[in-house]
């Protein structure tokens, strides 16, 4: 089975996260607020938010852990892409970045861990921008998991997190790996995918079958599916480094 992510970037698709584009353009007008400095994005996708990155005057250096995706970004930006998962971060150099950008990827990270190797790269008074999924308050580790497995069943990706951690958990986790939250919002219910999204030439679909057909599937799944609603819910946020 082709995941929804990979079929929709194989296809061209993009802006797939919670909020989409608009909520990529609301973190980018916070970015403009940080110091000076290279941007590490963690799971650029097709690197459309990268490239919105770079023509506002930043170089861009991305993490991407499937490589598919990853070659796809390279081929697409020319961006320097490094095959890795994101806790990878807590080994790499030390205040590399001015800012880190994750949308829609941390929720299938060991969170602690990559909140720290986030913290580990930025350098002190820069900031993580992020938007994803969280559980809503009540939701219990029987129902998550449910939905995870059901998620992964029709579309080859969980719903959110394995724990079903909420927004003030995700809150105490920033805190506790040396990050301070300024700006956060929440976007509303629903499950991770935004209502905006860059469609992809209609030649892809012939350029590449196989994904096409899966996204056919994939999206007839999606209207018999469970949508999240009360289980889950989308934030975006800027968590400055102490």
Do not use: K
Request: charged share 20%.
């Amino acid at each position: 089975m082709i995941p929804w992510h990979v079929a929709a970037a194989r296809l061209g698709e993009g802006d797939l996260h919670p909020g989409g584009a608009e909520a990529t353009r609301r973190l980018l007008a916070w970015m403009a607020g940080l110091p000076e400095g290279d941007v590490l994005e963690i799971g650029p996708g097709l690197g459309l938010s990268a490239l919105r990155v770079q023509a506002a005057g930043r170089r861009v250096e991305a993490i991407e852990v499937h490589p598919q995706m990853a070659r796809l970004c390279r081929e697409r930006t020319g961006l320097s892409v490094v095959h890795a998962p994101a806790e990878a971060l807590v080994t790499w150099p030390q205040a590399r970045y001015a800012a880190v950008l994750a949308e829609s990827v941390l929720y299938g990270t060991d969170l602690p861990v990559a909140l720290a190797g986030i913290a580990r790269v930025l350098r002190p008074g820069e900031g993580l921008l992020l938007s994803d999924a969280t559980w809503c308050e009540g939701t219990s580790p029987e129902v998550a998991r449910q939905a995870n497995l059901d998620s992964r069943r029709r579309f080859g990706i969980p719903m959110a997190s394995e724990q079903p951690w909420t927004w003030a958990d995700w809150r105490q986790m920033l805190g506790a790996a040396g990050l301070r939250l300024v700006h956060e919002e929440r976007l509303g219910p629903g499950s991770p995918g935004g209502p905006t999204r860059e469609r992809g030439p209609a030649t892809a679909w012939l350029r590449d079958p196989a994904a096409g057909l899966a996204m056919l599937r994939l999206r007839w799944r999606q209207r018999w599916a469970p949508r999240g609603g009360g289980q889950v819910e989308s934030w975006v946020g800027l968590a400055v480094r102490g």
